[in-house]
């Protein structure tokens, strides 16, 4: 079975590492996969190639390259004649889907990865939906969803209903295991009390995200307790960024953040951490959080996405954007014992392994792919 997967870009991001972990769990199944990248190869184009897979940049950088990449990737297509075209993202649905129907090729699974893009996307991006929502009863033969919330929304903008299937992300959890030892050692080096608790945020700076809620809610947080630091990763979540760090410096806390930027070691991070927090305002199926469970972590989240349904705690889901709401709930975790925490982390690490292992979630897409090729 061959399979070609055609996405807008490879850099550091959710559906780039559930492509590359996809890849990775069924490449010993007498599956084929090659990638295409419309911009540039990026950090995961890098590490597939490294790993015997072919991936190819078609190099876009501007609306004006789309006709010249439209082209390529259709003469790409039309030579590797693939029993399959996995688009992912908008983008790649629209254009990967266009080129390969256009060239009779019929197995056409589009991947739509996010929720609700009026909060945070771009104008650009929903007129790109809207063509999608058009054209998804004529190109894919099936339109996955990482997360039902997903689903539903864009059930409400004209996706074809008939075509839908929702597939949850899957995770390699064998990186999420044996880590305590090197998060002491990072704790050491952050010079991190053994009697402070660190909450940890994970995600780039964008609107979506909301760091500033965060902020806000750890500021509240400090005003009541003094053992407690906040660690916060991310592409762009550094001392550089002016606006956060106008928050912090506002409040008199900045000896009390970590902020740490983007970094390939979010697993020792995760264990040098013992609670984490979702904090966005929008959301599919979060990575982060799940990512977090199975690092036996208690976690706080706003009700997005699939957000709920992943932690399975009510108790532990708040409204978005309220800061207060989100403090009182992150400030309940520091009430709980030592071994109440374990004991949560233990059930959050267990649902992960029951539901959400790589090996699982790969089945499902290898199923698919069976049925659309026979």
Not at 101 to 119: A, E, F, H, P, Q
Not at 175 to 183: E, P, R, V
Not at 203 to 214: E, L, W
Not at 341 to 355: D, F, L, M
Request: charged letters at 20%.
């Amino acid at each position: 079975m061959f399979v070609v997967h055609v996405i807008i870009g490879l850099n550091v991001g959710g559906a780039e590492l559930m492509l590359k972990r996809l890849i990775e769990s069924t490449k010993q199944e007498d599956v084929i996969h090659k990638v295409v990248s419309l911009t540039s190869l990026g950090v995961i184009g890098s590490s597939l190639k490294d790993n015997g897979i072919t991936v190819i940049p078609l190099g876009l950088n501007s609306v004006l390259g789309l006709p010249l990449v439209f082209f390529r990737l259709r003469k790409l297509l039309n030579d590797f004649r693939p029993d399959i075209v996995h688009t992912w993202m908008y983008h790649a649905d629209l254009i990967g889907g266009v080129a390969a129907y256009s060239l009779g090729i019929k197995n056409i699974i589009w991947g739509v990865r996010s929720t609700d893009i009026t909060k945070g996307g771009s104008k650009v991006t929903l007129v790109i939906r809207k063509l999608c929502a058009f054209l998804s009863s004529v190109i894919p033969k099936r339109i996955l969803f990482a997360a039902k919330g997903s689903r539903d929304v864009h059930l409400g903008v004209g996706y074809e209903p008939l075509l839908m299937q929702v597939i949850p992300n899957g995770y390699d959890l064998s990186c999420y295991t044996g880590n305590k030892s090197a998060g002491r050692v990072l704790r050491q080096s952050l010079g991190i009390y053994d009697n402070e608790l660190v909450f940890i945020s994970i995600g780039r700076y964008s609107p979506v995200k909301d760091h500033a809620t965060f902020i806000r809610s750890a500021c509240l947080l400090l005003e009541q307790h003094n053992n407690i630091k906040f660690m916060m990763l991310g592409r762009d979540i550094t001392i550089e960024n002016d606006v956060l760090m106008s928050i912090i410096n506002a409040k008199g806390f900045s000896d009390k953040f970590m902020m740490l930027g983007e970094r390939s070691d979010v697993p020792v991070c995760l264990a040098a951490s013992d609670i984490f927090c979702l904090h966005s305002v929008t959301e599919g199926f979060p990575n982060v959080l799940a990512e977090a469970m199975a690092s036996s972590l208690v976690c706080v989240a706003t009700d997005v996405g699939d957000a709920a349904m992943l932690l399975n705690t009510p108790s532990m889901v708040v409204t978005p954007s309220c800061p207060k709401q989100l403090a009182e709930v992150m400030g309940k975790t520091l009430n709980k014992s030592y071994s109440e925490r374990e004991r949560i982390g233990h059930i959050n690490c267990n649902r992960i392994y029951e539901s959400f292992s790589m090996q699982a979630v790969s089945g499902q897409y290898l199923k698919l792919y069976q049925e659309l090729s026979n």
